[in-house]
């Protein structure tokens, strides 16, 4: 049934992961959960714990390989017919997170679901402020909004793939820029019309 795969780097993925296990056994689906660490010099103690939870795997690679590798290789990893991609410094908002998304599965025809991402209203530390401004401007749009131009408003950082429209479009290996391999691996969806 479902394929959960979260690149980490430096952050504490755990609860993110515990509540997304949760979710899964509430809804009585199949289920992985594959985490695997970029390299990380930080939060290994609290990742370690990851693999104590039922349908969880985690795997600490022993040099960083980039946002757009890991990707695919998390998608080698796997399982099942269904690939939900996750930032790990995500979280979800709701407890229906999952089921929303089997919902999708079980009745909509479309291959991938790109879901939003909403940021605090509060102000983060001053190292964090930049991202968290760019981020409720650029990133934080409705669902409406984003239906109307879905290759526009697309990010990577929250969607659901049937593996095989994944393992046509693929994410660009050659870029190592942050933010490039999104824009990239849009335009192979869109060449496919496939997003939802």
Not at 107 to 116: C, D, H, L, Q, R
Not at 118 to 122: A, D, E, G, P
Not at 132 to 138: A, E
């Given at each position: ?83 939900l ?17 089997i919902?999708?599965?079980n ?10 991402i ?5 102000k983060?530390?001053?190292d ?38 994944f ?26 019309d496939?997003?939802?």
């Open positions: 049934m479902l394929s959960i795969l979260i690149p980490i780097y430096n952050y504490n993925a755990y609860p993110l992961i515990e509540e997304l296990q949760k979710q899964c056994i509430e809804c009585k689906i199949d289920f992985e959960i594959i985490c695997m660490d970029d390299a990380s010099t930080e939060f290994k103690s609290n990742n370690d714990l990851i693999p104590l939870l039922t349908n969880c795997f985690f795997a600490t690679l022993p040099q960083n390989i980039g946002r757009s590798k890991i990707r695919n290789l998390l998608a080698t990893k796997s399982k099942y017919d269904w690939l991609f996750l930032d790990c410094d995500t979280f979800t908002e709701s407890s229906q997170y999952i089921p929303n998304y919902k999708q599965i009745t909509s025809t479309k291959a991938s679901f790109f879901g939003g909403k940021y605090s209203k509060n983060p530390n001053p964090q402020l930049l991202r968290w401004v760019y981020g409720r401007k650029r990133e934080a749009i409705a669902l409406q909004e984003r239906i109307k131009e879905p290759y526009k408003t697309s990010f990577v950082s929250n969607f659901l793939i049937k593996r095989t429209v393992e046509s479009a693929l994410f660009d290996e050659k870029i190592r820029s942050y933010g490039y391999e999104d824009f990239s691996f849009i335009q192979s969806l869109k060449k496919l496939s997003i939802s």
